[in-house]
């Protein structure tokens, strides 16, 4: 199929191992579909770990129809090999060698069990960039632990700094650190992979090679956490403390009817916030006059705020503040935030259809490439899929050469 | 042996981020090699004079916040309000491959540097604009921080304890993972520069960026209508999955267990074998519905020992376990200085400060050792003078007007 986008004309060969539930492989690899490579996610006969875990459009379980895999997967063709037997092992090398791009999702001990090294495949292919991505890396002390989300999110300091700026933690020591319910460090370990991937082909221009990526999905964590570090760096002060605060008021506050965020960091902000607030006596006072004393004494204002807040809903609020240019608006859930005026226009969620016709939406791509622009190329491959496909064009292997795989195409 | 070129050698990128987003993008093309040239106005300060302040002493050239997500760039402080300020900054667009910027909506157009008059510049940059809601739809005009942006995509209702309010991420979670995605669109727009000669225009907006990693919840509420629940720590397959107080103050470790063989080790590693065969615990299923009674217990073990003992012992006994590390203990920790992450750049006034670099090596070195952050104005005369050849009276002159400053 003929491919538009930056990408097109690359090859990815994708093989995940997701017994632990990352996601950070398949979607790097589904990054670099959405950029238009050509890429290939082999999978084992038993099928992704995903497969398995919903949610499905019509409640049942369908290993074709997990949303998540839907998501982690769309913008790419499946091919199903059990790479344990001589003949899957065989078919994946000669993929491997035919590829520009060979990412990993998996423990340690998995890269080194396979020799899926760099160092082993660049004979066959010295243009060939590895991306191998893990909970600690391919390297150092800890490299053979295993990990999850929620092991990189608390190694990489991320739940312990949440609560983050700036909610307030009222006892630190026992307040525990918290994840959110999202795979936030597979996504961001993910999308980290697919920039090294397209810096490592910007080289690869230049030097004709290949190279080995070892990204650590813990060091994906801390490598987002900048401010939260220069504190430490800089004045040794722990996060979830208000010290850390920076300028306020830049936080969200209960309402009449559930929170509202109020924002007015800038002085500017900060005055006309106070003109919708009926200007109070305390407005003036020179402990709230700039965004850093309104930080510092952040234990003062917050209740004074509160007591405004509370005498109206979040809707007043927000309409009062947005005709002074003030960023204030309710806090939206979910399904508030699919349903706003804003995602609608921007037409941000995909709609799909399930296989019962069961009507649903998925977040797009976030980020608009005025000329090599996103798009939806093709749903997730139900499993082995292009089996065939894929083996005879990359591969030119005959019907014959096929059934030697150990899977049966479809 | 030489020194294979980074990837972005030869490119230059004009740099008109504020706060962190954007920032923070720049700063990675730097460390790929890219010239970055900050554009800093003295009255738009954002970061430079905010806190962290090195030692909490104000100063320009003394914020955290500033010098780790600036390094490795140069910094030119032209004044934008002035027409020979935005006449210099053309001059060094004119000259530039990239262009990044995230002021509020329509701030760039004002100041005579939107996109069409860029192209006009420099028909082949590449102009990223990023935005709290992005550029266009009914909200593109409201400003937002990272607290904003957690609570209108959502991110902020499937964060917090159960039965408890929404929370916002740490870390200003949407900033850098932002960048993230902008670092991605802008390498992918120069290699397909490279291989068509053809630049363009990119649009992000920050929450949608969030909305990214929440798929299930979007699929399930469009499907039946259904909101996420928020669950604390814990997690729908695998139990237990939390972090636990150790000994001492403010020590939690995290513990994902995802069978029961895992389970049956952890029983052992505790020294209380008998949770595997209580049928409370010893299945999955019953574990998920028993999270209330088991967590405790764990923690009565964990509450006796030491975070690192307690991660080893699991880890050795084939369970996912890991430190609950503050910022502090992430820039301390001997595997990811092992691995070259926490690297020190020696500041002319701050001194050396640790700071994370890339969260991936090639070839088993990092790809590149930042440098400092650049001081207030630093690099004036090289890009004045130097790059853009204005004489030195000329210079002077504008100095004196308060052009450059």
Redesign the interface.
Known sequence: MLREG??AGLKVLELTDQ???QVAGSFCAR?LGD?GADVVKVESPQGDHYRK???Y?GGVPDPDCS??FL?LNSNKRGVALDIESPGGRAAFQDLVATSDFLVLGQNSSEVQRFGLS?ERLSESNPGLIVVTIT???L??????????D??????????????????RVED??RE?????????AG???G??????S??????R???GTG??????M???????????????????????RPE?F??MP???L?CQDG?V?V?A?MDAHWRNLMVIADNPDWAELEVFSS??ERARNWDALEPLLLEWTMAHTGAEIAQLA?ER?I?C?P????????D????I??G??VD?EGPGG???????????????PWKFFRPAPKLGEHTSEVLGEWLGYSDAQLSTVGVEAR | MTT??????GIRIADFGQI?AVP?TAQ?LAW?GAEVILIETEDRLTTRV???????EPGVN????F???NSSKMSCTLNLRDPEGVALAKQIIAVSDVLVENYSSGTMERMGLGYAAVQALRPDVVYLSLG???R????K????????I????????????KGS?????????P???????????L??????R?NTG????????M???L?????????????D?T??E????R?Q??VP???F?CLG??N?V?I?V?DDAQFRALAQVAGIPEWAEDPRFSATEARLSHQDELEPLIEQWTLGCKVEDV?EKL?AA??????????????A????I??G?VQSPDHPI?GP????????????GQ?AIPRSAPLFGEHNKKVIQELLQVPGEEFERLMQNGVIR
């Not at chain 1, 397209?198 to 080289?203: K, P």
């Not at chain 2, 390498?187 to 397909?192: G, I, Q, R, T």
Request: proline share 9%; charged share 15%; with cysteine.
């Open positions: 930056a990408l017994v632990s539930g990054l950029a875990s919903g949610p459009p949303g998540m998501y760099r909970p600690f890396g390297t150092g002390f800890n490299s053979a632990y295993l990990g999850d929620l092991i990189a999110i608390s190694s990489g300091g991320m739940a312990y700094a949440t609560p983050g700026i700036p909610d630190p020591g525990p650190p918290l994840r959110s319910n999202t795979h936030m996504y961001l370990a999308v980290q992979g697919a920039m090294a397209v810096a490592a082909l910007l080289s221009s230049m030097t190279c080995e990526i070892d990204l650590s813990q060091e994906a964590v801390a490598a987002v956490m900048p401010f939260e570090l220069a504190h430490a760096s800089y004045h040794e002060a722990k996060p979830r850390i920076g300028v830049n936080t969200y209960p929170y965020v924002m960091v965004g850093v947005q240019g960023p608006f806090a939206y859930t979910v399904g508030q935030m699919v706003s005026a804003h995602v226009e921007r941000f969620m799909m069961q009507k649903f939406k998925l977040p797009g791509y976030p980020v608009r490439l005025e000329r090599t | 294979p070129p980074l990837p972005l050698e962190i923070y990675m790929l905010w806190p962290p302040f090195a030692e909490a003394r914020s955290g916040g010098n780790l997500v709290a809601f992005g266009t739809g009914p909200m005009d409201l400003v937002g921080f990272h607290s904003v957690n609570l209108f995509s959502g991110l902020a209702s499937v964060t917090g304890h309010h929404p929370r916002i991420m740490g870390g200003l979670f900033d850098a993972f932002s960048g993230c995605y902008c670092v991605l669109a390498l992918e727009a120069l290699y397909h490279a053809e630049g363009q225009y990119i649009e992000v907006a929450t949608e960026v909305a990214t990693i929440l798929p299930e919840a979007v699929m399930k509420y469009t499907l209508g909101e996420p928020r669950v604390g720590n997690h397959e695998k999955h939390n972090v107080r103050d403010e939690w995290a994902s995802e991660v880890q084939g369970v996912p376990a890991g430190p609950v590390l503050d910022s502090a203990q992430v820039l920790d001997p595997h990811m092992q691995r992450f701050v400060r640790p700071m994370g670099a890339f969260s991936w090596t090639v070839d088993g790809p």
